[in-house]
């Protein structure tokens, strides 16, 4: 059959294939754009190919889609898409275990932890060495607590601590937390220059982290680069689709590829949705 009514809309062959998609992918997100303006970009290219309107007036089938974990603006790597039935298994994801891989800059700080903020404190470092960032390393390995950072997209009255941030609003840090951290690595340093590997758990922030490293060595340190290079089983390299692959026929063969990664699908509480129609997560990650 070349079209199918769903909720009071009439669907074509394109539409059709894409209401039917159910589960979860992989996207590469780029330095820059939101993780919601990397999924809003998506969601219209996909309703496009499908020849569908994306003023929600106009249409009343709604796309469900979303994604496992906010990646900050200024970073890049895997972002873990739910479609259809999928959305309800981003919580799983939310929780599972990620890798990043993050340059830091020693004997600088700055307002947001990382290279888009304002320089707040500068320190010489001339005097450690790969040896004390090494050492250093096992004290922030295994389950620790952490401080999030103050521009974030954790939330205080329904506001993201990030945007009271913005609009010069007093906030108040939140609490240390719980995290995991199931390994870290030093990959390389060329003073002032260092990278490392991580890999931790839900509501981990490798901002943190690397000011955190700065402060324990006795100067400051910000962090300029961050690629996530894994979210679950989602790998940078195998599974994460770049944007001239986010089509519906690329994305189906994508989620065939992806079930055999995931466990069967479990039960969970419906997530809070960000934006009407979409089952979007709000997350703290990175």
Request: proline share 5%; with cysteine.
């Amino acid at each position: 059959m070349a079209a199918r009514e769903a909720g009071g809309v009439v669907l074509g062959k394109a539409a059709d294939k894409l209401f039917s998609l159910s589960g979860l992918f992989a996207v590469y997100k780029p330095k820059g754009p939101t993780s919601a303006g990397v999924l809003n970009l998506l969601k219209e290219k996909l309703l496009a190919e499908a020849g569908m309107q994306t003023n929600r007036n106009k249409r009343k089938k709604v796309l469900k889609i979303g994604h496992g974990g906010t990646l900050d603006s200024a970073a890049e790597g895997v972002l873990v898409i739910g479609i259809g039935k999928g959305t309800k298994m981003l919580g799983t994801m939310l929780a599972g275990s990620k890798k990043y891989t993050a340059i830091g800059l020693l004997g600088k700080a700055t307002d947001t932890l990382d290279a888009t903020g304002q320089v707040t404190e500068e320190k010489p470092y001339d005097q450690i060495t790969k040896g004390d960032l090494e050492n250093v390393l096992q004290k922030f390995t295994g389950d620790i607590m952490q401080v999030p950072p103050l521009y974030s997209a954790l939330k205080k009255d329904g506001e993201r601590l990030s945007t009271l941030m913005k609009r010069g609003e007093a906030v108040e840090a939140k609490p240390a937390r719980p995290v995991r951290v199931y390994s870290l690595s030093l990959q390389q340093f060329q003073p002032p220059l260092f990278t490392l590997d991580v890999e931790c758990g839900g509501g981990f922030y490798v901002r943190s982290l690397v000011s955190d490293i700065g402060k324990e060595l006795s100067t400051c340190a910000t962090m300029q680069e961050l690629t996530r290079t894994k979210h679950g089983p989602f790998t940078l390299e195998e599974h994460a689709l770049h944007e001239d692959k986010w089509t519906i026929d690329e994305i189906a063969r994508s989620l065939e590829h992806c079930t055999s990664l995931l466990p069967g699908e479990p039960s969970h509480k419906k997530l809070k949705t960000e934006h009407p129609g979409e089952t979007a997560v709000s997350c703290e990650d990175k």
